[in-house]
């Protein structure tokens, strides 16, 4: 675990019971992942969030979505539902509650479908239960998070709290900081989850509103390309279709029992599912190009984030800049598996690391203090909640005061 | 699956049990007359049980099985309870998810095996307590009925809950004593029948697991209106004799009593027009099936 994989010559191949280069019936030809990426001409769109993930969809060769209104997610469920009745996912509806839907997408994962939802904030905790058992089941489906605020006065606004809730559920999480890797993360993550030694659900998340609702510049590779398609018998697990043997599974249901192998064989399932998340990094490597990004890693201060805190503290770096202070940027992809070793190795310069973050809970910022040494050094902030942005003027601020350094006369948020 | 599938790898064939060796030698796939009156003279689709000794859902489980039109292309769907304790035993594909999301894990499969295979019938059966599809699970189960979703739906009726120790729940009749209704139940059993035929279920029985024949009846009944028309609902009372005070022989009696006249589990079915024509039309088709099949072949 945790050591440095060797990347060259490494090649992720996708499914390939379709044979590449066939034409699927709306005439997208079935495509390697990487040949989709780095082969295909790339061409800039201006596209809200939502907008990129019907873009996704539309080239992801999906068999089930299941979609449910709930703000900010609801726009990109809705447009999915327009690329059903287009004929490019299979099938699609409505489901009752976001529990329901999530069982809905384990029925469908069972059947042997690839699967795609979108929840956000409270549906997220409502669909809770449903996230370890997708993982113990070992199901690749995919929910993009559209994270919101979860407390109570009723918000929809930006947290990304519900991430925090996330973390020990068995699934990949990856966090996008913009509709790019948001784009990137969707397709890409099918191809990781989906791998047999992986095979386990994935979280691609992002802030809500700031990266569904806003209008950026994203690359796409052109729509007669698509992914090969699910092959679901590359699976640890036996497909529910009755299309193998069925088997006892066992004499003695586990939970009837209360002795050492029954404890045994529930924890040694729960650690293979936390291995299969760890598996997941040769493949994720070089698809993402690492699970980290670094600039200027080599100096004193730096900043360490994920998701749109990263935009922001890019510019609270160009701001110092301009005073004189130099600082480093660390960008976290994954948040499971979490670049243990990689953020070791990039914060072993710094004497000051701050971690931005869109919740008071600062989960990222316990994440780095637990895995690295003199964790002293990690400043948790500045936090922003409840909807709030992020000025990067905030980050440079609370910087600067942390530091001992004189600060223009204003309220922080920290 | 074709019965072909289910065959033994001759170099591991020393090393498999002997019962799977018997299921690929006299089990019943793939035989389009199946019913409970193989049990005994074929092999079983259920292995063993862990269920107390009597209890009458070990004997529904039984006919269930023997009953089903085409096991070979059947996946179940179970909910936590006393069933899940028995899925693990039975030589059918089933999923166990969650307590109540039975019905909608059934819905996505239901596409899913439609979509993947649309040329082969697979049917998808639900199979839960009254804890599942009632109090815990009652929003999914409705919804599925009210969306359509052409699979079957059975509820095991034990009147509580059995697994966890005898609680209260919402199919248990008025005025019993139970934990959690310390003072007795003081409200009517949930009417999940009516519930089933106004949500949209074109066929729905209620019966005891008495007797076999009604059984297996029921069961065919409702998973071929499934395939054709729309969702179907059956509810067994599988009495949990344990909870109610009753003897591992008494089960039988209890559910005799039970479906006596003024008994709240007196046989019934409600069916839409459309399914009676259905079943209509493969009653005729089976009975011209064996008729000729009667005949000489050179006649």
């Known amino acids: 675990m945790n050591k440095q994989v060797e990347l060259k010559n490494k090649r992720v191949i996708a499914s390939n019971h379709v044979k590449l280069g066939q034409k699927n019936q709306k005439g997208q030809t079935y495509t390697d992942i990487n040949d989709i990426f780095y082969k295909a001409k790339q061409t800039p769109n201006f596209l809200t969030g939502s907008e990129v993930i019907r873009a996704a969809i539309k080239v992801a060769s999906v068999g089930t979505s299941v979609a449910y209104p709930i703000t900010p997610q609801s726009e990109a469920a809705a447009l999915i539902g327009e690329l059903y009745a287009e004929g490019y996912v299979d099938e699609y509806f409505r489901g009752e509650s976001e529990f329901a839907v999530m069982g809905q997408c384990a029925g469908a994962a069972f059947g042997g479908h690839r699967v795609f939802t979108t929840t956000a904030g409270p549906g997220t905790l409502r669909a809770m239960e449903n996230f370890p058992m997708w993982a113990g089941a070992r199901l690749p489906i995919q929910v993009c998070v559209t994270c919101r605020g979860i407390n109570s006065p009723l918000s929809i606004q930006p947290d990304t709290l519900e991430m925090y809730y996330l973390l020990e559920t068995g699934m990949l999480i990856w966090h996008a900081e913009t509709a790019q890797d948001l784009f990137d993360f969707i397709l890409k993550g099918f191809i990781v989850a989906e791998q047999p030694d992986v095979h386990v659900p994935i979280a691609v998340c992002c802030d809500g509103f700031f990266v569904t609702h806003t209008k950026d510049t994203v690359d796409l590779p052109p729509d007669d390309l698509c992914l090969t398609p699910y092959d679901p018998y590359r699976n640890p697990q036996p497909v529910m279709d009755m299309e193998t043997a069925p088997i006892r599974m066992m004499r003695d249901p586990f939970i009837m029992k209360s002795n050492y192998i029954s404890y045994a064989t529930h924890a040694s399932w729960q650690q293979e599912v936390k291995a299969a998340v760890e598996r997941s990094r040769k493949h994720t490597i070089p698809l993402l190009d690492g699970l980290i990004d670094e600039e200027n890693t080599d100096r004193e201060i730096l900043i360490v984030g994920s998701g749109t805190a990263v935009s922001q503290a890019r510019e609270a770096i160009r701001l110092l800049e301009e005073e004189g202070i130099k600082a480093g940027l660390v960008k976290i992809k994954t948040i499971r598996p979490f670049p243990y070793e990689e953020v070791r190795q990039a914060t072993k310069n710094a004497k000051h690391i701050f971690v931005p973050e869109f919740n008071l809970a600062g989960w990222l910022a316990r994440e780095i203090k637990a895995n690295i040494p003199d964790n002293e050094r990690v400043y948790v902030g500045p936090h922003v909640a409840g909807g709030m942005t992020m000025p990067s003027e905030v980050i440079v601020e609370e910087i600067k005061k942390h530091l001992g350094m004189e600060v223009a006369t204003r309220g922080t948020l920290g | ?299």
């Open chain 2, 1 to 299: 699956m074709s019965k072909e599938k289910i065959v033994l790898c001759e170099d591991l064939a020393d090393v498999m049990p002997p019962e799977y060796h018997e299921l690929v030698e006299s089990a019943t796939f793939g035989n389009q007359d199946r019913g409970w009156k193989d049990i005994g003279s074929s092999k079983e689709l259920i292995e063993q049980h862990s269920l107390c000794a009597g209890c009458p859902e070990s004997i529904a489980f039984r006919y269930i099985l023997a009953s089903l039109p085409t096991p070979e292309d059947t996946v179940f769907v179970g909910s936590t309870g006393c069933t899940s304790l028995v899925f693990p035993h039975v030589a059918v594909h089933n999923i166990h998810s969650l307590f109540g999301n039975q019905n909608a894990v059934a819905s996505g499969l239901k596409r899913t095996l439609k979509s993947r295979f649309p040329d082969v019938e697979k049917d998808v059966v639900v199979l839960a307590g009254d804890g599942a599809t009632v109090d815990i699970g009652l929003d999914m189960t409705m919804q599925s009925w009210f969306r359509q979703e052409k699979f079957t739906t059975i509820c095991f009726d034990n009147e509580l809950y059995a697994n966890t120790g005898g609680q209260e729940s919402g199919l248990m009749q008025k005025g019993f004593v139970a934990k959690m209704a310390p003072k007795g139940k003081n409200f009517e059993k949930v009417r999940l029948a009516e519930i089933a035929r106004e949500a949209g279920c074109a066929y729905v029985a209620v019966l005891t697991v008495s007797k076999p024949n009604r059984v297996e009846q029921a069961i065919k009944n409702a998973v071929l209106v499934a395939r054709e028309v729309g969702p179907t609902f059956v509810q067994l009372y599988t009495p949990c004799i344990l909870e109610i005070g009753k003897q591992s022989m008494e089960g039988l009696d209890e559910m005799k009593d039970a479906e006596s006249i003024g008994g709240r589990f007196v046989q019934k079915e409600y069916i839409t027009d459309e399914a009676q024509k259905l079943l209509d039309s493969i009653k005729e088709e089976t009975k011209a099936r064996k008729q000729a099949a009667k005949k000489p072949v050179n006649a």
